[in-house]
């Protein structure tokens, strides 16, 4: 800032530091409610929400581990039933428990071998229906 020498330029610079005191103040108001705005619970689910979505890799987690759920208590439904039996109860929760983390353990592997399948049983299909 150069050196003020009479009234006048006195008088300018305290108008001109009021007027960008305004537009400061007008600055950080806007900053203010943005941020008041970003932590709002709605806003924090949604862009959370939308950061999930847009990463592959969490999409294909939670699609490995629905499946794997669902699996296992397809397998449970399928051992226990709907028995009163105490005994096939505790087992099906148990093999329920077991295929669920050999799914969600071995999930690649058994993606690998469920497309490798796939590809072999329509390659016959095709091969005799060139027949």
Do not use: C
Request: charged share 25%.
């Amino acid at each position: 800032m150069e050196k003020i020498t009479s009234v006048a330029e006195l008088k300018n610079a305290i108008q001109l530091l009021e007027e960008e005191q305004v537009v400061k103040q007008q600055m950080l108001k806007e900053q203010f409610y943005l941020t008041y705005d970003s932590f709002k619970p709605t806003k924090i689910l949604s862009n959370t929400l939308k950061e999930m979505i847009a990463s592959p890799h969490m999409v294909e987690n939670i699609i490995d581990t629905s499946v794997s759920l669902a699996t296992g208590f397809l397998a449970k439904r399928v051992i226990a039933g709907a028995s009163d039996n105490i005994l096939r109860r505790i087992m099906g929760s148990v093999i329920q428990f077991a295929v669920t983390n050999l799914l969600s353990r071995n999930a690649d592997e058994i993606k690998s071998f469920g497309k490798l399948a796939f590809q072999h049983i329509f390659s016959k299909k095709a091969k005799s229906e060139k027949i």
